[in-house]
């Protein structure tokens, strides 16, 4: 039996009727087309698939897309506006916080979590703030330059 | 977006740490990975996988299976055998005795680890298929596992494959220099048993395949999670009987690999097998849990090792026997780690006049050992540094200082050691004076010694490599059983606007070459590295190549790069030549810029050449239109790079656990084009080795099931655990290598492993604990103390 949904994806409306055991992110990545959005994990340890769910990162893949329903939701191909890159994504750029950047879309966002709870972390918070979040390219230490970087430039968005 | 803004090129552009030129596409979400692809009509396969490490398989009933919704179809090793040939091995050493056994897709008759391929469900959608799955029955009838390479060995072991008695896969043996007079003229020998355990790639992409045949017309398209999509082809080629031409194979975005994206794989031979079975296109991803039981692992040594040496601390010899896991069959490249890459580098940065070295390949009922990141050097730097540490203790003399007395002097064109190699240039007194002074060593010493007296232990280590990479000379390739070459190719094409395509048969798949080959081609030539794209992972359009690993990219492809920007310049001086009607002999080049000699302003740039080779309308007699050159590099020699990382720990005797305090790492590997990319491959590769010595281990039960099946249970680096790395470099070029550079995909994980573990085995001296068994969890150091305060 499916059960109708609508959430709003990165400001637009979507609807679609769904089994219920369907998680968040299977539903953007194979109902909606949006593949920004990466499964890395069956575990929920490793982070790949956060996403903003009414403004506070998630992990994508502990949410049934029916708990989502009349929510609002915005993954990495939301996060740029009109072109332009969030503070947050031009900080990894500029301070090289990525490699294979599967990781990345999911780092992001908790990074964005963390500036929203703490905008001037110190080195140490970030670390603790990212530590839900798996990289196996970077080392993190890039990724925590980054983080103070986009937290210096005024924040996250 | 800036994305698109063209900036003029620095002048040098080489050296300089831009940022990359493909993170825009990664970092908005629109990069595609072989998972995100999705084709009309397309079907999924899921994969039925053993749940025991060694079994009989007596009868598989797949009619339930095969009435469930949605399935389009259910397949098991009695449909793929002889429609599929086995999985072949792709390093064949010689002199060794090889014992091969057939790795089928899918499983027949007997199952040799948890995680072999058994059956597979097609259904329209990925949960239909994955339901589908569990209504397949098969009939087991168990046999005993046996997880240790060791007592593989050993005579009554369980026994895996007819081919191979005693499951001993080869013998291989390295031996250099009279090792016998060696030990017998020894004042010291200090001995260790080592197990490098075994360890899980976890690259954060699992595998995957998509596949897409055409019955009219015979062609099979491959999107792939591969380092190395020409080998693909080339193996796939052989295993499915699909003709070379007729085969495409596509590396997207790929994301990370670490070696396990090296081999090919039950799950990609398995896809293709339905897609040509069913004439749809057929999409398989792993999941992590599968990823972690059926894609490959990393080391699994276990290493018996005696050093002999002099009073005062010269080494005169190096003994080993290794029992090396290969899991349940041999992967792609799995014989040549432990004995190619981990034997001839048993040497290091010192002079050691006698090496022997025995390598038993073990078969074992485990999932299949590969190459891992690093890929036998680690395991040799971490048994040479091990020793030489104990050599250290047992002399009473400082770790550094027994170093420094063995160190190969600085040489820029070649030195031989007694495994047979010849490095190509090195100056290791360099890298460890560098790597002393950051980290202040003769200080530390002193705080230590403060330290202990409040009752606090704090440890220094030291862990200094030679690595072997930018593989290599193909003829040596050959003549050490590698089933293929291992030159690289570049091929440069100038479009009439002067904006260039680079085309590549390398493979990135993280390492930032869309960037760094970009710089090369623009420092060369004078063009703005953003109008250099380069296009790579596609065997349609990109030249044949052999791979993105053992840090051989940028140091054999690279230098194809050079060779063919090189060949692009002396046709542009000819053509100005021409245009400007000056002799050849008189034209230079600086700065985008060929003009006459003396007269600067009589000149060309690049782009007016690049216009007037394409258009054509005035070439010299003789001259072929168009601004393109090809190259195919086979390098004279290895490149060798090299440094020395220091570690500093503290440990808690109360609860055992050990904290990272600071980390310097200095590794020179050779010139560098990208600095920043430098830096990142360094931290990655540091904090890998780091997993290995504190935290990583695959563990199996004596029954051969995984016990650290998920990232639940698998422990690797967080961030909140690891202390910022400190990294700097010497710069050695490499003497034989066109644009002097190395390679540093890997320095990181060999030096790090040693140095951390040297650390915690330095801040435990109070308590005479000599050697734990890695990963150096809280329970193991404690329980070390623990044992050493009752000694």
């Known amino acids: 039996m499916k059960v109708p949904i609508t959430i709003s994806i990165n400001g637009r409306a979507r609807s679609a009727e769904v089994e219920p055991r369907l998680l968040l992110v299977q539903f953007l990545r194979d109902v909606l087309g949006l593949t920004g959005t990466k499964i890395g994990c069956d575990t929920s340890q490793c982070g790949a698939c956060m996403v903003l769910l009414d403004g506070i990162a998630v992990k994508s893949c502990t949410c049934l897309a029916v708990q989502a329903d009349g929510c609002a939701v915005t993954t990495i191909e939301g996060l740029a506006s009109n072109g332009q890159l969030s503070a947050l994504q031009e900080a990894f750029w500029e301070k090289h916080g990525l490699q294979c950047g599967f990781c990345t879309p999911g780092m992001i966002f908790a990074a964005y979590e963390l500036l929203r709870t703490n905008p001037n972390p110190s080195p140490e918070q970030i670390r603790h703030g990212l530590e839900g979040n798996m990289c196996r390219c970077t080392g993190y230490q890039n990724i925590v330059r980054a983080v103070q970087a986009a937290a210096a430039a005024g924040g996250r968005a | ?791």
């Not at chain 2, 449909?79 to 790795?103: E, F, M, Q, R």
């Not at chain 2, 003829?475 to 070459?485: E, K, P, S, T, Y």
Request: hydrophobic share 40%.
């Open chain 2, 1 to 791: 977006m800036s994305v698109a803004a063209t900036a003029p090129a620095p002048a040098r552009v080489f050296g300089s740490g831009i940022r990359r030129r493909e993170d825009p596409r990664l970092l908005t979400g629109t990069a595609l990975y072989t998972a995100d692809f999705t084709l009309p009509g397309q079907a999924y396969a899921a994969i039925l996988r053993s749940p025991h490490a060694h079994a009989r398989i007596r009868t598989i009933d797949t009619a339930r299976a095969k009435a469930a919704p949605g399935v389009v179809a259910v397949f098991t090793g009695a449909d793929s055998d002889g429609v599929l040939k086995p999985i072949p091995c792709a390093w064949l050493i010689p002199n060794s005795n090889l014992k091969t056994a057939p790795y089928r897709p899918m499983a027949t008759d007997t199952v040799r680890f948890v995680g072999d391929a058994v059956a597979v469900v097609v259904a329209d959608s990925d949960h239909q298929a994955y339901d589908a799955l569990e209504l397949i029955d098969v009939d087991y009838a168990p046999l005993p596992a046996v997880v240790d390479p060791q007592k593989a060995a050993e005579a009554g072991a369980p026994h895996l494959h007819e081919e191979a008695p005693g499951n001993i896969a080869f013998h291989w043996t390295v031996a250099g220099g009279d090792i016998d007079a060696a030990f017998t003229s020894a004042d010291v020998v200090v001995r260790d048993r080592i197990v490098q355990q075994r360890l899980i790639p976890t690259a954060m992409e699992p595998r995957g395949a998509l596949a897409q045949y055409v019955p009219a017309t015979g062609e099979l398209t491959l999107w792939n999670t591969t380092q190395n999509p020409h080998i693909v082809r080339f193996i796939m080629s052989v295993v499915t009987g699909v003709p070379e031409d007729r085969l495409r194979v596509i590396a997207p975005e790929v994301g990370g690999g670490f070696g396990s994206k090296i081999p090919q794989i039950q799950g990609d031979f398995i896809t293709v097998f339905c897609a040509m079975q069913l004439g749809r296109p057929v999409k398989w991803v792993e999941t992590r849990s599968e990823n972690y039981v059926s894609t490959t692992h990393g080391r699994d040594h276990v290493q018996e090792v005696e050093l002999a040496a002099t009073t005062d601390g010269r080494i005169l010899g190096v003994r080993a026997t290794v029992w090396a896991g290969m899991g349940g069959y041999l992967s792609t490249a799995a014989p040549g780690i432990p004995t190619i890459l981990h034997g001839l580098m048993l040497s290091g940065p010192y002079q050691i006049p006698a090496i022997k070295e025995d390598v038993y390949g073990v078969y074992t009922t485990t999932t299949p050992v590969e190459a891992y990141r690093g890929a036998g050097r680690p395991e040799a730097t971490y048994m040479l540094e091990r020793l030489v540490d104990l050599l250290a203790d047992e002399i009473k003399a400082d770790p550094v200082e027994v170093r420094r007395r063995n160190l190969i002097p600085p040489f820029e064109n070649g030195h031989a050691v007694a495994t047979g190699l010849t490095y190509d240039s090195g100056d290791y007194q360099g890298a460890l004076d560098t790597a002393l002074a950051q980290i202040g060593y003769d200080n530390l010493r002193t705080e230590q010694a403060a330290a202990r007296a409040k009752g606090r232990y704090i440890g220094i280590g030291v862990s200094m490599y030679v690595e072997i990479c930018g593989l290599g000379p193909s003829q040596v390739a050959g003549a050490v059983g590698f089933q293929g070459g291992l030159w690289e190719s570049a091929i440069v094409r100038f479009h009439p606007s002067g904006k260039v395509h680079v085309f590549v048969g390398i493979s990135p798949h993280g390492q930032g070459e869309e960037t760094t080959f970009a710089q090369v081609v623009a420092d060369e030539l004078g063009v703005a590295v953003t109008d250099v794209k380069v296009v790579h992972g596609d065997t349609e359009n990109t030249p044949m190549g052999w791979g993105t690993y053992g840090s051989r990219a940028t140091a054999v492809g690279g230098a194809a790069l050079a060779i063919a920007t090189r060949k692009i310049k002396e046709k542009a001086r000819l053509l100005t030549s021409h245009l400007l009607e000056a002799a050849v002999e008189d034209i230079d080049y600086a700065d985008g810029k060929f003009f006459v000699r003396g007269s600067p302003d009589k000149a060309k740039t690049i782009q007016d050449i690049a216009l007037m080779a394409n258009v054509a309308w005035n070439l010299p007699q003789g001259m072929e239109a168009g601004l393109e050159a090809s190259s195919f590099y086979d390098p004279p020699n290895f490149t060798y790079p090299f440094g020395t990382h220091i570690a500093v720990v503290e440990v808690d005797p109360e609860t055992g656990h050990v904290e990272l305090k600071r980390y310097v790492a200095v590794d020179d590997c050779g010139r560098q084009i990208n600095p920043t990319i430098v830096e990142g491959q360094v931290h990655g590769g540091v904090v890998q080795g780091i997993g290995q010595a504190l935290w990583e281990q695959a563990v199996y039960d004596q029954n051969g099931q995984l016990l650290t099946g998920s990232l639940i249970d698998y422990a690797i680096p967080r961030a909140d655990l690891l202390p910022d790395i400190d990294v700097r470099s010497t710069v050695t070029p490499s003497p034989h290598h066109p644009l002097g550079v190395k390679g540093i995909g890997e320095a990181g994980t060999i030096a790090s492993t040693a140095a951390v573990y040297n650390a915690v085995i330095d801040a435990l001296e109070p308590f005479t604990v000599r050697s734990i068994q890695m990963p150096l969890t809280p329970e193991r150091v404690w329980r070390a103390i623990t044992a050493g305060k009752g000694a």
